[in-house]
């Protein structure tokens, strides 16, 4: 009988260290939210988002670009430990002006349209995010680009200076 008792706590000890680990769930984008990194409201801003969780903080930090959001993904300097990043999964979007409030994918999972000739949230060339590569190849043949996963993403792409004499679309 102890034995039985030994080996259901150590089955609860494991259990709960897994939930421990478990990866905080998106949120939902509300009307208020605002963008990390220029405080502006993102639900004015069209173009796919991102939002990334940190430990110890109660609320994650939204990116009204996920061009931004990659920067940040790449800057050394973070206030603390990234336990999750999500990304707008632009398959699912009604319309680049309204990608979605719910339709989160995992930042790592996603696959990238990098190199396209389209504006972002915030006007600078965005990095679009899909759940799929024939998504994103369907984008691709609309408004150029390639596919990159979330590690192979150029760091000029998501750091480098923004050309503002280079014409950029706004998708449908």
């Not at 993102?42 to 430990?55: R, T």
């Not at 336990?83 to 680049?96: H, P």
Request: with cysteine; hydrophobic share 45%.
């Amino acid at each position: 009988m102890k034995r039985f008792a030994f080996l259901a706590l150590l089955a609860l000890v494991a259990c709960n260290e897994d939930e421990a680990k478990a990866p905080p769930a998106p949120v939902e984008l509300t009307e208020q939210a605002l963008s990390y990194f220029c405080q502006m409201n993102i639900a004015e801003h069209g173009g796919p988002k991102g939002q990334i969780h940190l430990e110890g903080f109660p609320a994650p930090l939204f990116f009204a670009q996920v061009r931004d959001m990659v920067a940040y993904l790449k800057s050394p300097e973070r206030e603390a430990a990234i336990t999750a990043a999500y990304v707008s999964d632009m398959g699912r979007a009604r319309s680049w002006a309204d990608p979605g409030n719910d339709n989160w994918i995992t930042a790592h999972d996603a696959v990238y349209v990098v190199g396209a000739d389209v504006a972002g949230g915030m006007g600078a060339p965005e990095i679009v995010p899909f759940a799929d590569e024939p998504s994103a190849a369907s984008f691709i043949a609309e408004y150029g680009g390639e596919v990159q996963s979330l590690d192979t993403i150029p760091d000029d792409a998501a750091l480098g200076p923004v050309n503002l004499d280079q014409k950029l679309e706004t998708p449908s």
